[in-house]
Nanobody, 120 residues
Framework: VQLQASGGGLAQPGGSLRLSCAAS????????MGWHRQAPGKQRELVAV???????NYADSVKGRFTVSRDNAKNTVSLQMNSLKPEDTAVYYC???????????????WGQGTLVTVSS
């Protein structure tokens, strides 16, 4: 299973960016997809996650600013980031919890990370 993320870059404070991530490979079903981030010198933290049924969970720091969405048919997840702040600067990683065949164990897969920099 491979996760390919895209959409990072430079944004000004108050600006917007959209991240996308596509899962491919031997996939039977995906329980959840989402985004984590890691800022320099800090631990990786959850940003947002969405289940196959559309339930979402957000870090308190991004609630009301970020929106996670998912296309189950295409195995993709996106993160719309609005009202960006300098403290949102981090490498963003997409994550998928995948079952590769019926009855198999759920496994977590990570994308390669995409850098988001918020600066004027």
């Amino acid at each position: 299973v491979q996760l390919q993320a895209s959409g990072g870059g430079l944004a000004q404070p108050g600006g917007s960016l959209r991240l996308s991530c596509a899962a491919s490979g031997s996939i039977f079903s995906i329980m959840s997809m989402g985004w984590h981030r890691q800022a320099p010198g800090k631990q990786r933290e959850l940003v947002a996650v969405i289940t196959s049924g559309g339930m979402t969970n957000y870090a308190d720091s991004v609630k009301g600013r970020f929106t996670v969405s998912r296309d189950n048919a295409k195995n993709t997840v996106s993160l719309q980031m609005n009202s960006l702040k300098p403290e949102d600067t981090a490498v963003y990683y997409c994550l998928a919890v995948v079952r590769r065949s019926p009855g198999s164990t759920w496994l977590s897969y990570w994308g390669q990370g995409t850098l988001v920099t918020v600066s004027s």
